[in-house]
T-cell receptor, first 110, second 116 residues
Framework: LAKTTQPISMDSYEGQEVNITCSHNNIATNDYITWYQQFPSQGPRFIIQGYKTKVTNEVASLFIPADRKSSTLSLPRVSLSDTAVYYCLVGGLRGGKLIFGQGTELSVKP | EAGVAQSPRYKIIEKRQSVAFWCNPISGHATLYWYQQILGQGPKLLIQFQNNGVVDDSQLPKDRFSAERLKGVDSTLKIQPAKLEDSAVYLC??????????????FGPGTRLTVL
């Protein structure tokens, strides 16, 4: 199972675009990359998932280079409510184990 | 649809006591997970059920922790006896058909356990 490395913390201001990069050098061919968000006193919540290139949904974009050894979660125009911990995970589908790292604590300031 | 329900939300016990947590997953979700989240760390999978069978319990401390999902719906996680290092949030999650198309897991609010 691939390990992931992400910054422990990041600061941003409201309205800015935030990019959080995750390193996963040992990603396997059948691994997908998934990001979760966790607010204090809540369980994690699925944000986005991808395999290669770019994926976009209503809340975020996920950029994955050709070698897939890293990925970048992009949050456009963050607000105070985006202050949370963001986890990058790699793993297979269909029952693959989710391994959470330490996550990135994002703090959005006014 | 209703989310994953967990109870109690908070529990304080003394070491060597027993404690049990309850989880009711999203209706129709075949897969249920229990995680332990220690303050400042990411969640760690303790056990995964597929219907009422155990898929993965490799990180469950079986000398003190036990879990069951007898009818393939709700589940209980028990700690007996508790140790100080068991203080953590215990999260329950569920997903459809062993993860479904993207293995998205839906988490409950968790039970915060404090062992004194």
């Amino acid at each position: 199972l691939a390990k992931t490395t992400q910054p422990i913390s990041m600061d941003s201001y409201e309205g800015q675009e935030v990019n959080i990069t995750c390193s996963h050098n040992n990603i396997a061919t059948n691994d997908y990359i998934t990001w979760y968000q966790q607010f204090p006193s809540q369980g994690p919540r699925f944000i986005i998932q991808g395999y290669k290139t770019k994926v976009t949904n209503e809340v975020a974009s996920l950029f994955i280079p050709a070698d897939r050894k890293s990925s970048t979660l992009s949050l456009p125009r963050v607000s105070l409510s985006d202050t949370a911990v963001y986890y990058c995970l790699v793993g297979g589908l269909r029952g693959g184990k989710l391994i959470f790292g330490q996550g990135t604590e994002l703090s959005v300031k006014p | 649809e209703a989310g994953v329900a967990q109870s109690p939300r908070y529990k304080i016990i003394e070491k060597r006591q027993s404690v049990a947590f309850w989880c009711n997953p999203i209706s129709g979700h075949a897969t249920l997970y229990w995680y332990q989240q220690i303050l400042g760390q990411g969640p760690k999978l303790l056990i995964q059920f597929q219907n009422n069978g155990v898929v993965d319990d490799s990180q469950l401390p079986k000398d003190r922790f036990s879990a069951e999902r007898l009818k393939g719906v709700d589940s209980t996680l028990k700690i007996q006896p508790a140790k100080l290092e068991d203080s953590a949030v215990y999260l329950c999650a569920s997903s459809s058909i062993a993860g479904g198309l993207n293995n998205e897991q839906f988490f409950g609010p968790g039970t915060r356990l404090t062992v004194l």
